[in-house]
C-alpha cells in the first residue's frame, strides 16, 4: 500500500468502549486506538438503560484526534468516514436534532409490557397473537421480542410513561443514526439498521419500506422515523463543526454505516452463504450469511437485511458473554468499594487467561451459567439469572475463571444446534472474532466444546472497524467483496482435542438440564 493511498476514518462506538481505525477500502486494518470505559450505563429502576449521547461524542472526536495525532496521518488521504455504533438503542430528538434526554439502549426492557400489548391476542403461540405472528414474520422475519429490547419498545414506553417526550419527538433514531446526525446533520436509517423497529417490510431486500400495516398495529406515526436508504449509500459530508471536533477538513464523504452487529459479520471475513463465524465481545453470537428469509420463532433466530447489498444473514445474540469476565472483574477479584482491592489492574484479564490456563478443562466440574441479564437466544427470557453450580471447598479462582469461560462457550454450543438446522448443514471451522478472541485459551475452550476447527482472523478486536470500512468501500466503489476476502488473515486454527470430548458433552447436557430444570424459578423470582 502506497502512503498516498485512500482510507477510510472507521468509527466503532461499543456499549463501554470506542475504538477508531484507519482502514483501506478492502479491509486492510492499517492502525487502531481504543477509548475504555468512556461511555458509562446508568441502570435504572424497572429495567431501565441509558446513555448521555454528550458522551459518545466526546469519545468519539476525543479517540479520532489522538488516532490522527498518533499516526501522523495526512488528512488528505481520508477518503470516507464510516461508523458502527451498539444496535439496539433509540435516541429521541426534536426537529434541530437535539436529544430530548438519554440514549436508550439494547439493555433497557421498559417496553416489554407495550409489546406484550401490541403483539398479543385471543390465540397464541410462544406468547404470541396468532394473527400477529403471521403479519409480522411475513413482513418482517421477526416480531418484536417480549424482552422489550428493541427500539419499537423504546418508542413505545416513551409513548405510554414518557407521552411529552413521544409528543416532542421529531424522529426516533437509532445509535448510528444519531451518531451519522451529528456527523451529517441528516437524519436518517439503513435497510441493514432499521430491522429492529420491526415496522419494515423486507421481503424485497433491495427496496425495503415502512409499513402502513405494521405502523398501524404500533401506533407509531411515519413521520417520526427516519427516511431509508441502502447500506451502501453515501449520506453526506462531513459538516463544519463535526469537523471541527475532530481537527479534519469539512466536506469528507460520510457512508452510512452499520450496527455493531452487522460490521463485525462483515468484518469476520466469512462473507459466503454459509461461512459461520462467532462473535465474541460484550454479548456475542454465531451467524453466517444466508441467501433467503426464514424464521425460527422458538428460538428467536431470523435471517434479516445484512450489511452487504441483496444479502441476509443470520441473527441471533447472547446477551452476556465477554461482559461475564468484566462482572468477575469488578464484583469479586477487584473492586472499589470499602472492603475491596481497589481499581482493577489494566492486565486483568490477561490475569484470567493465565488463571484459566491453569485449571484443568472441566473446571473441576464447575458450570457457570452466563445469564446475567436474562437471555435472547436460543431461548428469549429476560428473567434468566447467571450462577455457578457444583462448588465445593476444593474448588480454586482458577476453576471459577476457567467456567466463565466454559459457560460462554457452552451457551454459544447450545445456540450451534439450532443456527446449524436454522442452515440445514453443519458448519466446519468457524472464524471467531471480538475482544475474547484475543484469548488463545478462549479460542482453545471454543474448538473443544463445540467440536469444531476455531479460526482465530487477525485483530478480532478490529472486526468492526474492517466492517465499516467495507462498507465505505462498497459504497464509494473503491472494493468489492471478492477483493475484500483475499485480505482477510487467519492469525491461528485451533482443533478439537478429542481427549475432551466426553468431558464436555456431559458439562453441556447438564447445561441445559440447569435451564429446563430452573428456568420457571428464574420467572418466579424475576417476573414483573
Same mark, same amino acid.
Given at each position: 500500500?502506497?502512503? #498516498? ?17 484507519? =482502514? ?56 470516507? @468516514?464510516?461508523?458502527? =455504533? ?5 435516541? /429521541? ?23 406484550? $400489548? ?50 416532542? /419527538? ?26 429492529? %423497529? ?49 481537527? +479534519? ?34 454479548? #456475542?453470537?454465531?451467524?453466517? &450469511? ?15 437485511? #445484512?450489511? @452487504? ?63 446475567? %441479564? ?13 450462577? +455457578? ?13 476457567? #467456567? ?14 439450532? =443456527? ?61 467483496? $471478492? ?26 447436557? /447438564? ?7 430452573? &428456568? ?9
Amino acid at each position: 500500500m502506497a502512503e #498516498s493511498d485512500p482510507l477510510v476514518l472507521a468509527i466503532d462506538l461499543g456499549t463501554t468502549a470506542c475504538k477508531v481505525g484507519l =482502514v483501506t477500502p478492502n479491509g486492510k486494518v492499517v492502525a487502531y486506538t481504543k477509548e475504555s470505559d468512556a461511555t458509562p450505563t446508568k441502570f435504572l429502576p424497572g429495567g431501565g438503560a441509558e446513555q448521555d449521547t454528550a458522551d459518545w461524542w466526546k469519545v468519539v472526536t476525543g479517540t479520532v484526534r489522538r488516532l490522527l495525532s498518533e499516526t501522523g496521518t495526512p488528512k488528505e488521504r481520508i477518503a470516507a @468516514i464510516s461508523a458502527s =455504533v451498539h444496535w439496539s438503542g433509540t435516541v /429521541a430528538v426534536d426537529r434541530e436534532g437535539n436529544p430530548l434526554g438519554n440514549a436508550i439502549i439494547w439493555m433497557d426492557t421498559r417496553g416489554a409490557p407495550y409489546v406484550r $400489548e401490541i403483539t398479543g391476542g385471543p390465540l397464541k403461540i410462544e406468547g404470541f397473537g396468532i394473527d400477529k405472528i403471521l403479519t409480522w414474520v411475513r413482513l418482517t422475519g421477526g416480531i418484536p421480542t417480549h424482552s422489550g429490547k428493541d427500539p419499537i419498545a423504546h418508542i413505545l414506553f416513551l409513548k405510554n410513561e414518557r407521552p411529552e417526550v413521544y409528543r416532542e /419527538a421529531y424522529k426516533f433514531l437509532e445509535s448510528k443514526d444519531y451518531l451519522n446526525f451529528l456527523l451529517t446533520g441528516k437524519m436518517a436509517s439503513d435497510f441493514a439498521t432499521i430491522t429492529l %423497529y420491526w415496522l419494515t417490510d423486507n421481503r424485497n431486500i433491495n427496496d425495503v419500506r415502512y409499513s402502513p400495516k405494521l405502523l398501524k398495529l404500533a401506533g407509531i406515526e411515519r413521520e417520526k422515523l427516519p427516511d431509508l436508504y441502502p447500506t451502501t449509500h453515501i449520506l453526506g459530508e462531513l459538516r463544519p463543526e463535526a469537523a471541527e471536533a475532530m481537527d +479534519l477538513p469539512a466536506g469528507i464523504p460520510v457512508a452510512m454505516g452499520a450496527p455493531d452487529v452487522q460490521a463485525p459479520v462483515l468484518g469476520s471475513g466469512a462473507v459466503g452463504d454459509f461461512e459461520p463465524h462467532i462473535y465474541l465481545g460484550t454479548s #456475542s453470537w454465531l451467524s453466517c &450469511h444466508v441467501p433467503y428469509k426464514k424464521t425460527d420463532l422458538f428460538h428467536n433466530m431470523a435471517s434479516l437485511p #445484512s450489511s @452487504i447489498p441483496g444479502r441476509y444473514f443470520v441473527a441471533n445474540e447472547q446477551e452476556t458473554s465477554g461482559v461475564s469476565l468484566t462482572f468477575l472483574r469488578d464484583k469479586f477479584f477487584f473492586s472499589d468499594d470499602d472492603l475491596g482491592t481497589g481499581p482493577a489492574p489494566e492486565n486483568a484479564y490477561r490475569i484470567f487467561d493465565e488463571l484459566a490456563a491453569q485449571a484443568p478443562p472441566g473446571s473441576h466440574g464447575v458450570i457457570f451459567t452466563p445469564w446475567l %441479564y436474562g437471555e435472547r437466544t436460543p431461548v428469549d427470557d429476560p428473567t434468566l439469572r447467571g450462577g +455457578l453450580y457444583n462448588l465445593s471447598l476444593g474448588i480454586t479462582r482458577a476453576d471459577v475463571v476457567r #467456567s466463565a469461560f466454559e459457560g460462554v462457550a457452552l451457551n454459544t454450543r447450545w445456540l450451534l444446534k439450532y =443456527v446449524e438446522k436454522f442452515v440445514r448443514r453443519k458448519f466446519g471451522p468457524i472464524n471467531l472474532i471480538g475482544g475474547g478472541g484475543i484469548s488463545d485459551v478462549w479460542c482453545q475452550i471454543f474448538a473443544d466444546v463445540l467440536n469444531r476447527p476455531i479460526r482465530k482472523v487477525k485483530d478480532p478486536q478490529a472486526a468492526g472497524l474492517r466492517g465499516v470500512g467495507i462498507v465505505a468501500g462498497l459504497a464509494l466503489k473503491m472494493t468489492d467483496l $471478492e477483493d475484500y476476502s483475499r485480505y482477510v488473515e487467519i492469525e491461528g486454527t485451533f482443533q478439537p482435542n478429542p481427549d475432551n470430548r466426553k468431558l464436555y458433552d456431559d458439562l453441556f447436557d /447438564a447445561f441445559v438440564d440447569i435451564y429446563k430444570k430452573n &428456568h420457571s424459578l428464574y420467572r418466579k423470582l424475576n417476573g414483573k
